[in-house]
């Protein structure tokens, strides 16, 4: 089955949440009638915005409503595994609506594999992250007081179709994380690309190296 990446650039989540499931919907369905599909990677970025898991905690989010409205933020509950979560421009966010079956992937070798693509474009930009036991998504420093997230990854499947998918601190205003316990930690720090280099990046350059690493571990064409 073919696999198509698409840029949706800046994007407001409800529409780009409604979008996926709309992909989602429609591969499952497709799946269980042996019909023809495809698979869909997209990026985006999104307006502030917190996303609380169906295991996350509310008292996570650290706002009420008001002071939400105040840094012009929202909050969604939604349908993905995992805690409370910050997206907002400058942050890469890439959500992969494939069928794992076509790649023989398992829930945790694909998220094995989403976390490997991320290790490898920092390693790119001379930055060495790593994975942290018991806690998902891409790190800096994992074996320090300093440990911090560059990477959160909160997925969902169903009959082995995923969708939501993974967000990659590049230009990110990381101020936005203090307002919440980042996927539930209290201990552990956030940080970007941006702030690990100490200059801007180019996030045209960050998506094509994703999509090169990703198109690579998938092993697409």
């Known amino acids: 089955m073919k696999t ?23 591969l499952v369905g497709a ?11 997209l990026f985006c970025e999104h307006p502030h ?12 989010m650290l706002l009420g409503e008001e ?31 494939i069928n794992l079956e076509e790649y023989n ?11 490997e693509a991320v290790i490898r474009v ?26 911090r997230k560059i990477c959160a990854i909160g997925v969902r499947s169903s009959h082995f179709v995923t969708m939501h998918g993974l967000a990659f601190n ?4 990381l101020r936005y994380f203090s307002y919440i316990h980042p996927c539930g930690f209290i201990d552990k720090g956030v940080t970007s690309l941006q702030k690990e280099l100490g ?3 180019d996030m045209v350059e960050v998506k094509l190296l994703l999509q090169k690493e990703i198109s690579a571990l998938l092993h697409l064409d």
């Open 31 to 41: 799946k269980l009638n042996n019909e023809v599909y495809e698979n869909h990677i």
């Open 67 to 97: 002071q939400l409205r105040a840094i012009d933020a929202t909050l969604f509950h939604i349908d993905r595994g995992g805690d409370i979560t910050y997206h907002g421009p400058g942050q890469l966010v890439c959500y992969p609506i």
């Open 170 to 173: 590049i230009n990110t205003d």
């Open 49 to 60: 915005v917190y996303t609380l898991g169906r295991s996350g905690k509310d008292n996570n």
């Open 4 to 26: 198509i990446f698409t840029d949706w650039g800046l994007t407001p989540y409800a529409e780009a949440w409604e979008h996926q499931t709309v992909l989602f919907d429609t």
């Open 105 to 115: 992937l398992g829930l945790k070798e694909y998220i094995h594999l989403l976390e």
């Open 122 to 147: 920092c390693a790119s930009y001379g930055i060495i992250a790593g994975r942290l036991e018991k806690a998902t998504g891409v790190w800096l420093d994992k074996d320090s007081s300093n440990v």
């Open 199 to 201: 200059h801007k990046v």
